[in-house]
């Protein structure tokens, strides 16, 4: 009661910050206040909020890929906490509460909206939920602008008394005059993703002193991966002409990886060692231009298995991190039983603080594109740094103009280059109509030349193109003989033919693969194929497309039902992948079905279009630019490059607008566990029914029984599909030991293609 009676003598507000005294009795004894960040930890320490605000603003500023934007990062970090300064916060600390009781971002982000520091206000008021749109920040924001916060010039008082700073320093730095839009607002994502994970590792450093101890950086130690590499390739054959190609295809590389950061481009055909001269150049233009670390991005999760094996056998298990869906992300409740390498990766998939990064389409660009701050967190660590795409015709095309105006973006602000690998390049330049990339800088001088002098295939049209049933499929599979695969459009026609196939004596064993089976069941039958092929055993595959990319197969016959451009010249590369067959080479026989179905629209559209781009002349196919042709033509006459105006929201500062906008992968799915896939699936699932929480290692160990599936597909079957406390959907119905989930062919096109 004496203390609030002095509060009102003196003119202070109840609730307010405005005196230097804790509401104890030694505040009448003129003992200083102290601010606190964060509560105790488990050495019975507070963490003191000057500290947390000092420590926070140093490693934003070292995370600053450019000299002038130092001081605007540092900015960010001092101020971000700013509101904590409220009496309110510190009791909620000292007393505990209703966790976001007492909002503090806003404070922080008014107060250097004041200062005209819109960036930086943008990260700070975004800093715990996620960055936000313009008119929700201008919310948050405008009671600091028209002065309606009584307390306000108090707490900044009590701030800059505290950190011990002067209110002057806090000022726009005049480096960073961003003329266009684009480049301000990735300027934003930088600072908030730098901002983001500073504040994290700092309290970390007070909450778990084993972690932040563990983290301590590992360096690209560029000479010494070179060197490896280096000895790597001297034991590879130099023989023949495949290997003299490979030989002089990286020496070109080589010779221009002296140049600026900027985009690249690596146009090979299959087998000609992209990955290693990829590596190879990202070495010494990493050394040429100081950059800290290599990002290789891939499609899919299995071609991600086989490149860090490769990489980790070279350069070592300790430089190369793995980041994708299905491994253990930020999860240490088995840390005991982790090595120290183990541990620093898992801490490692939080930020992207890693020499050599191998991660997935999906991961990379919409982490770069969120909002939210633990999917932001690492964008920082692109600064800097050589990030390898392979594979880019995947990316999808509605959304490949925002998709190339962000890393034109983060090129521009965040000091990294960017290298274009495919043996299709798509047309990513800028031309009429198309807004692209200035300019791509081509590895290779002449990939005409490789592209004829490696060519293992025939295309010919079945049947002039002309539709087919399946039973006049299955014949002219037969009559041409030998060891095939078949590759169909959709699950449906896959189950189709391959049940017709079924009773059919032709081949030694035959095989079914599609997403019906659950990553388990494929991973068996892919070895028991390739097991048989190296026994020279004649089988019979029949696939959906997901064998085109990742699976590297070896076949003398390759049949492929007519899709994108794309699909068909990545089947080819399941044929006769090591050039043994000869002069002549495999077999490619493209082909249509009677009545047959295709994914979706954009799918069928490009597909008539390859279909109208080859027939006149199917000898296109053996060359490298029919592909940047198709793929500027589909662009222009099929498909809007930016159907869901994600680069107008960039322009106007709609963070979340934009993440909710962009998905590589557009149709939402949901996981299925399959119980009656095995014992090992039902001892799993028993296991962890009658736990009370299930931890992401628990989620983990269960992916390679989820089939994933439209929401449709639950419903129309929801008899055999039961939801279990735990939020997971289980299959109880039929599961075929060749085919997968066991449904009538007119419901299969319902799973995910």
């Known amino acids: 009661m004496l203390l609030v009676l002095l509060r009102r003598h003196l003119g202070w507000e109840t609730g307010t910050s405005i005196g230097l005294w804790f509401d104890t009795p030694e505040c009448l004894q003129g003992a200083p206040m102290k601010y606190y960040a964060h509560s105790e930890n488990n050495y019975h320490e507070k963490h003191s909020l000057s500290k947390h605000l000092h420590q926070t603003a140093k490693l934003a500023e070292s995370f600053a890929a450019e000299e002038k934007y130092k ?33 503090h971002a806003s404070w922080g982000a008014g107060y250097v909206r004041l200062c005209r520091i ?26 600091f602008i028209r002065k ?44 908030f993703s730098a901002l983001t994970d500073s504040d994290w590792l700092s309290t970390e450093e007070h909450f778990d002193k084993f ?12 000479d010494d991966m070179i060197k490896k590499l280096e000895h790597e390739l001297s034991q590879k054959p130099k023989d023949g002409e495949i290997n003299h190609l490979r030989n ?54 299995n071609i991600i298995d086989q490149t860090a094996q490769i990489l980790k056998t070279i350069f070592g298990e300790e430089l190369v991190l793995e980041h994708h869906s299905a491994y253990n992300e930020g999860e240490y409740e088995d840390k005991e039983n982790y090595t120290p390498t183990e541990q620093r990766k898992k801490l490692a998939c939080e930020n992207w603080d890693y020499p050599v990064i191998v991660t997935t389409t999906v991961q990379f660009f919409e982490s770069l594109f969120s909002n939210r701050p633990s999917q932001c967190r690492k964008n920082h660590n692109i600064a800097e740094s050589v990030v390898i795409f392979d594979e880019v015709q995947t990316l999808p095309k509605e959304v490949i103009l925002p998709t190339l105006r962000m890393l034109q973006d983060v090129q521009a602000v965040m000091k990294a280059s960017f290298l274009f690998c495919t043996a299709t390049q798509p047309a990513f330049e800028k031309r009429e109509g198309f807004d692209g990339i200035n300019t791509i800088y081509p590895l290779v001088d002449d990939p005409s030349e490789l592209y004829r002098k490696t060519k293992r295939v025939e295309y010919q049209l079945l049947n002039s193109l002309n539709p087919l049933d399946y039973s006049g499929l299955l014949e002219s599979v037969m009559r041409v003989g030998g060891s095939t695969l078949v590759i169909f459009n959709t699950k449906k026609a896959a189950l189709e033919f391959y049940n017709c196939a079924r009773n059919e004596n032709n081949w030694e064993r035959k095989y079914h693969l599609s997403t019906a089976m659950c990553p388990s069941h494929r991973k068996d039958v892919i070895k028991k194929i390739r097991d048989d092929l190296e026994a020279k055993k004649n089988i019979l595959v029949v696939s959906t497309q997901l064998i085109e990319a990742g699976v590297d197969f070896d076949f003398p016959v390759v049949f ?95 963070f979340k607008t934009v993440k909710d906008s962009y998905y590589i992968i557009q149709k939402v799915t949901e996981g299925l566990y399959i119980y009656n896939f095995s014992d090992e699936s039902r001892r799993l699932f028993h296991s962890l029914e009658h736990k009370e929480f299930l931890s992401r290692s628990d989620y983990r160990n269960m992916q390679v029984f989820t089939v994933q599936v439209y929401q449709n597909f639950i419903i129309n079957n929801k008899d055999m599909c039961k939801i279990t406390p735990h939020g997971f959907t289980v299959w109880y119905g039929n599961y075929d030991s060749e085919t997968g989930i066991s449904v009538a062919p007119i419901e299969a096109d319902k799973l995910v293609v």
């Open 560 to 654: 492929r039902a007519m899709a994108p451009l794309e699909a068909v010249i990545q089947s080819a590369g399941r044929c006769n992948r090591e050039g043994i067959l000869g002069e002549r080479g495999g077999n490619v026989f493209l082909f249509k079905l009677q009545d047959s179905g295709m994914p979706d629209k954009t799918y069928a559209a490009c597909a008539g279009h390859a279909e109208e781009l080859i027939k006149p002349d199917i000898n296109q196919l053996h060359g490298h630019k029919i592909f940047n042709k198709y793929y500027a033509q589909v662009i222009k006459l099929y498909i809007d490059p930016d159907r869901y105006n994600i680069n107008d929201a960039r322009k106007q500062f709609n």
């Open 248 to 301: 002089s295809v990286r020496n070109q590389a080589l010779q221009k990886a002296d140049m600026l950061c900027g985009f690249y481009s690596l146009a090979l055909p299959t087998g000609m060692g992209k990955t290693l001269t990829s590596v190879a150049w990202a070495l010494r233009h990493a050394k040429t231009n100081n950059l800290k670390r290599i990002i290789i991005v891939l499609p899919y999760i």
């Open 211 to 222: 972690n932040s101890e563990l983290r301590h950086q590992i360096s690209l130690p560029i």
């Open 118 to 143: 819109i960036e930086a206000s943008f990260a700070i008021d975004g800093h715990h939920k996620g960055l936000p749109d313009s008119a929700a920040w201008k919310s948050d924001t405008e009671p």
């Open 71 to 103: 001081l605007i990062f540092k900015i960010a970090g001092l101020l971000h906490d700013f509101g904590k300064y409220q009496l309110e916060f510190q009791n909620y600390l000292e007393n505990g509460g209703r966790r976001g009781s007492v909002p």
């Open 148 to 191: 309606e916060v009584s307390s306000f010039e108090n707490i900044k008082q009590t701030f800059l008394d505290d950190v011990g700073i002067n209110e002057a320093d806090i000022i726009m730095p005049d480096s960073l005059p961003f003329t266009e839009k684009s480049h301000r607002e990735v300027f934003i994502r930088y600072l």
